[in-house]
């Protein structure tokens, strides 16, 4: 009994990780529709940049909108301050005095939420940008996303791929497979999610967000699975300055991202009617994966001890353990090949079980949390990327 129940439980477990990417090629793919990238009109769109003493790094920032290249009339950027006591909202003001793009939004609160409720209304745009003072985007990034947007009207929000400029090896992996994941989604009608770092959402999708949302990201690609509209990631280039560079950091923070995608996927479970086919499917799979996946490897390695203190060390018990050693193994094999993959796959199922077990008593606080320099590296003032590499510091326009 315990040695089939550990076969059901890898089976499953199976199919819903390692598997999951050669179901989703299954699917059909969405047909792709030519982008214009030279087109003579462009929508209007708002960028929208929440900051909290980001004072060492949001002259960069500035710099990295200013080279972004879109026509200078279609463009504004609101730079939202939250309660900075270290004289960002200052800096900021002294930084875009003579152009008028540019406006800083002071509030007394340090809230995402509430900064982005506080711009969205001043945004007349047909699409609003949001990006991270952290972040770093390549001067054709607006326009290639802007222009995939306007190239389907059934995308609501697109995400990109997103490189570190410093990295914990096994949080560059995780990046490099969940980027390769969203693209292959995309490719299917639904990217998963997209990243704070730099997304676009139609202004029509959203008036506000809610004062719990804990992943704005999230919620925005969610949002629009719930009302029947696609999500797409674009092949742009963002470096991300900031990220965790050791291991008891990479724990904190994946337990941290874990708990907000929880929040926003038991938001949006009710929502799953509302969803298309191949989003619904989707988002059930990726919901499974963190909410039934960890409890299942749980669940077989606890069966498989049952059956060896019921069979002791004698020939079935050996048989299988070794068989449950080379199906965890297969399942890995199957989903990436390398030692690191194996390794972070067993980190993240560490994470999830925590998350999940502690979910429920949980202090969900609404704050800048994500960018406190105390709890990620910060990389410096850095120029804005082409590819992480090359500059290019012309004015936008």
């Known amino acids: 009994m315990y040695f089939i129940l550990t076969l059901v439980f890898l089976i499953v477990w199976a199919v819903l ?16 529709r030519e982008v214009d990238g030279n087109r003579v009109s462009w929508p209007q769109v708002d960028v929208i940049v929440n900051v909290r003493n980001e004072a060492k790094c949001i002259a960069g920032k500035i710099r990295d909108l200013k ?18 006591t270290d004289g960002t909202a200052e800096l900021a003001e002294n930084l875009i005095v003579g152009d008028s793009r540019f406006k800083v939004l002071r509030l007394d609160t340090p809230n995402k939420p509430a900064g982005l409720n506080a711009a969205l209304p001043l945004c007349h745009g047909d699409w609003v940008l949001v990006t991270e003072a952290d972040a770093r985007l390549a001067a054709d990034t607006l326009l290639r996303v802007v222009a995939a947007g306007m190239a389907d009207p059934e995308v609501a929000v697109l995400g990109t791929p997103v490189n570190l400029a410093h990295a914990y090896t096994l949080d560059k992996l995780h990046w490099d497979m969940a980027d390769r994941l969203r693209l292959e989604e995309s490719e299917h009608g639904f990217a998963s999610i997209v990243t704070g770092s730099c997304y676009l959402f139609r202004r029509s999708l959203l008036d506000g967000f809610p004062a719990d949302v804990e992943s704005d990201d999230v919620y925005s690609a969610f949002a629009a699975a719930s009302v029947g509209k696609r999500v797409k990631y674009v092949d742009a280039s963002v470096l991300d300055l900031r990220s965790p560079r050791s291991r ?4 904190k923070h994946k337990i941290r991202k874990a708990h907000a995608y929880l929040h926003e996927v038991f938001r949006f479970l009710p929502k799953v009617a509302f969803m298309r086919t191949p989003t619904r499917w989707i988002f059930l799979a990726r919901a499974a994966q963190i909410i039934v996946a960890p409890f299942l490897l749980v669940a077989a390695l606890f069966s498989s001890l049952g059956w060896i203190m019921s069979k002791g060390l004698e020939g079935p018990s050996v048989i299988a353990a070794t068989l449950f050693i080379i199906a965890l193994l297969a399942a890995v094999k199957a989903g990436h090949p390398s030692l690191a993959s194996v390794i972070l796959g067993v980190m993240l199922t560490g994470v999830l079980l925590v998350t999940l077990i502690s979910y429920p008593f949980s202090r ?34």
């Open 364 to 397: 969900r606080g609404r704050s800048f949390q994500a960018w406190r320099l105390d709890e990620v590296a910060h990389g410096g003032d850095y120029p804005s990327p082409e590819a992480k590499g090359s500059v290019n510091d012309s004015n936008a326009g």
């Open 17 to 32: 990780v390692p598997g999951y990417p050669f179901w989703l090629r299954k699917l059909p793919r969405v047909q792709s």
């Open 248 to 251: 008891l950091l990479f724990l």
């Open 67 to 84: 080279q972004l290249r879109y026509p200078s009339g279609e463009v504004s950027f609101w730079i939202v301050d939250g309660a900075s």
